[in-house]
């Protein structure tokens, strides 16, 4: 009886959360809601763009607009969310083998909520194909640019780079939609790609981290 039970625990996913990792998780559903529609390509300008095509109907003698490939599912409805006391590195983690995402505790629940945010990305790109991903680079780069910030269009060429040396590696879309998600909750830019701080003083950990690297080897 017993081992089916855990049989049964290991089969359920949702069986592993509590009530606090369920409150999560649900904002977690909200935030796909809210503010990744271009990622779930639920926005009407990306799918006039990039989804649909123009064919011809023989028995109908007229070329219609086909948008087909929009059964595709981007949604992450079927994830869990578990908090940690600690995690190794950071402030969360996204494993998107077992489609779950981490959370350290921390003192702010604002903070673990910007911390699940930066986590959503990587658990929604995990699903892309390499063409969805260039897609919605140059939807994004162009929604961007058009908000015409000097700042922004500064971050947009300059932090390119920080992608590369903050393990793991986080793509140029990722840094997008971090900025994205920055303009849209009124932040300083850098505080999703940085786990609720802004690029300057993410910078610094990791001059300060080299650093030591340095003095250690
Ligand atoms: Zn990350």
Redo the contacts with the bound molecule.
Sequence with gaps: MKIFKIEQNRNNPYSQMNDEEFVFRDTMIGYDNKYFSDFNFKERKLIRDFVSYRAYYEEKRRWVNVTDDLYLDYEIKEWIVKIRDNLDD?D?I?YPKDKRIELRRQNSKRDMKLVLL??M??AKESKFNEYIRQYLSIYLMDKLKSKNNSDLNKFLIKECHVTTY?P?A?SIL?LLKSLDLDLRLKKSFGTI?G?SKTFEEEKAKLEYYKKEKEIKD
Excluded: R
């Design positions: 950071g969360g996204c930066h986590e990305i990587h903050v793991p986080h990722f790609f786990y």
